[in-house]
């Protein structure tokens, strides 16, 4: 497969959301890369924003780009500004906030399109300090944990968002040991397949489980570049593999 791997360019500054920059995490790093024509909704950030917390999350809004670009920006500025204001303070509840940001997402989503518009987000917080990790999962591809007991999902929580206005998502938290890795891929790397429109021939979460399994998890980037570097290989560059996208954290220390 050619050198699929880059940081997602800003094609359009009034359209597209804007590039994240990482934030450095003591003790954990966290990373992503893209593969494919990048033609559909995936888009991820981060933020610090407390001390001790980092957001992050990948969406994956449904739609063509060129179509849904403006509604892919101001989720981004939702995620941000209401991001920072829930979770800035010290003392807060991570779950309560968690389930609140969701829902301003949400809201947001159905107002800036003026109806329906499916978008499946895996939201999380990294608390610095605990090595803990609140998450919602609104209707997105499993996110996976691997430590050293194994690997696992991380599945839905609740709708997808941008479809009911006052869905809610539980908002559970999860451990992260010391040299445990958080993955989570987008509906494009679970369903690049060598065959279009057969799922026999898809590369499957199953496939991206022993990926993981069998990748070092040393590096946040290097781990994200391994996992589309496989599944491209799978699928043996198909066009039709569209929007892969492979956020990772990885609790360094």
Known sequence: MRSLFRQRALESPAMEPLPAVFPKIEGAEIAAAVAGQRIAGDFYDSLRVSPERILFGLLDLAGRREENGAVLAVAQQTFRSQGAELFSKVDINEADAMTDLSLRINRKLLEVSQGVHSCPA??????????????TNAGHTPALLRDRTGIVE????????????????????????????????????????????????????????????????????????????????????????????????????
Do not use: W
Request: aromatic letters at 8%; hydrophobic letters at 40%; charged letters at 15%.
């Open 122 to 135: 895996f939201i999380a917080c990294y608390h610095e300090k605990f090595g803990t990790l609140c998450y």
């Open 154 to 253: 991380l599945s839905s929580t609740g709708l997808p968002l941008g479809l009911f206005s006052h869905a809610t998502h539980d908002a559970p938290t999860v451990g992260l040991g010391r040299s445990a890795g958080l993955l989570v891929v987008s509906r494009g790397v679970v369903e690049c397949g060598t065959e279009s429109h057969d799922p026999a021939s898809e590369f499957g979460l199953e496939r991206v489980k022993e990926a993981l399994q069998h990748t070092s998890l040393d590096h946040a980037q290097a781990l994200c570049t391994a996992i589309l570097d496989t599944a491209g290989k799978f699928s043996n560059g198909a066009s039709f593999c569209d929007d892969l996208t492979a956020l990772a954290l990885i609790r360094t220390g």
